[in-house]
């Protein structure tokens, strides 16, 4: 792609909008009520999100907003620097120890966000003589780090240990293998073959690297994701990557490991070395998000029983189920056309639930991408799943896509 004029900038807008994969932003006005984050206004109108990733309803938790508050006033606002040159506090690093202790690992590691943390972290652990199998529907900042590092990259079935098998076969020369995947997939919410893939992994000499974002904080009764319903442990996966985005209510995110790992990314990886560290004060929030997402075990029973609430009135409503039992509960539409024609049948009835469309998803596979919070009534879940059969039984009959 070449340097567009402003008419081949319009042609492409124009040709965006006609496939009906234009995005567009919706401005969130204000929390109606503080410390709820599962109702926000728009457009003057008050929404049930039910299309976020804050599965624990911690993001306006008024403990987080208090410790946040508390560390603005010794710290100010930003880091000010990098971690290695002066911005790394003293929260910053309380929480890397916290983070190691929550994963069972020797040491983490502190990154400004997920995607960075992938596109780094990827990055330096393979290079041009290697190779990298990854997950079909591995997330975009995987795939990244893995075209960055130079690496050849095999993408695998997605879910199939047997396919991630021929992919790795196909290592001739390679001087090293990485196998990346996610653990609980963003689209999906289904899971990656964990224990297949450790086997594997362990079979043929290659790094498992597990993007459980997720996963971690949601999944398993102690809330330590993939890795926990799989019942392995920190060698079956030697480079566990997590964000504090979704279920920690934060922002940022982590890769867990063995001390000599961790010190061999801190020096190595150009996206933890070249920009600046998290505000003190989000480090701050998120401490205390870890010590309720580890205590808080109702928040993901809660979850638990809403999902299956969910699935139970869907079900019965006639509403098609994906295999999933996380909080990511998708409606698979097809084209995208019918994806946003739902959305905005759900957002007239007060509820926001975004279409995803390519290339977020494969083409053909536009969808609803429905999830739920600990934070969610019961209330909210039926009233969503009447709304979305209405509008559901429209398109199927209406035949409008
Ligand atoms: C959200 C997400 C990321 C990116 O994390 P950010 O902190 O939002 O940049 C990485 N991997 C997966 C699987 C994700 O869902």
Not at 271 to 294: E, V
Not at 368 to 390: G, K, M, Q, Y
Request: aromatic letters at 4%; hydrophobic letters at 50%; a neutral charge.
């Amino acid at each position: 792609m070449g340097r567009p004029d402003r008419g081949q900038l319009a042609a492409r807008l124009t040709q965006l909008t006609a496939l009906h994969l234009r995005r567009r932003r919706e401005v969130i006005e204000a929390h109606p009520q503080p410390g709820d984050a599962t109702r926000v206004v728009v457009g003057g109108r008050v929404l049930r999100n039910f299309c976020g990733n804050d599965y624990l309803g911690l993001s306006a938790h008024p403990a987080l907003v208090d410790a946040a508050v508390a560390c603005l006033a010794r710290f100010g606002v930003g880091a000010g620097a990098s971690h290695l040159v002066t911005g790394h506090s003293h929260e910053h690093h309380a929480l890397e120890e916290e983070l190691a202790a929550f994963t069972g690992r020797e040491r983490a590691l502190l990154f400004s966000s997920g995607y960075l943390a992938n596109v780094g972290v990827i990055s330096a652990l393979a290079g041009r003589h290697d190779l990298i199998a990854a997950d079909r529907l591995c997330h975009a900042s995987l795939l990244d780090g893995a075209l960055l590092s130079g690496a050849r990259l095999r993408r695998y079935a997605h879910a199939s240990a047997d396919a991630a098998a021929l992919a790795l076969d196909e290592r001739g020369g390679e001087a090293a293998a990485l196998l990346v995947t996610d653990g609980v997939f963003s689209m999906d919410g289904d899971l990656a073959p964990a224990a297949q893939l450790a086997q594997l992994a362990a079979q043929r000499s290659v790094t498992l690297v597990l993007d459980d974002a997720h996963g971690l904080g949601v999944v398993g009764a102690r809330g330590r994701g993939t890795l926990e319903l799989a019942r392995l442990d920190a060698t079956a996966v030697p480079v566990l990557i997590g964000t504090l985005g979704k279920a920690f209510g934060t922002f940022g995110a982590f890769v867990a490991g063995e001390a000599d790992l961790i010190e061999h990314l801190l020096q190595q990886v150009r996206t933890y070395i070249y920009t600046t560290a998290l505000p003190p004060a989000i480090a701050a929030a998120t401490r205390t998000a870890l010590r309720l997402a580890d205590g808080d075990s109702w928040r993901r029973e809660r979850l638990q029983s809403l999902v299956r609430r969910w699935r139970a009135a869907a079900g019965s409503l006639g509403i098609p189920l994906a295999p999933s039992e996380t909080p990511i509960q998708p409606l698979i539409v097809g084209q995208a056309a019918r994806a946003l024609t739902l959305s905005r049948e759900l957002m007239a009835a007060g509820f926001w639930v975004a279409a995803i469309r390519p290339p977020t998803v494969p083409a053909g596979s536009a969808r609803l991408r429905i999830t739920f919070s600990a934070a969610h009534t019961e209330a909210d879940v039926d009233a969503l799943a009447e709304a979305l059969a209405r509008a559901w039984r429209a398109v199927e009959t209406g035949g409008d896509a």
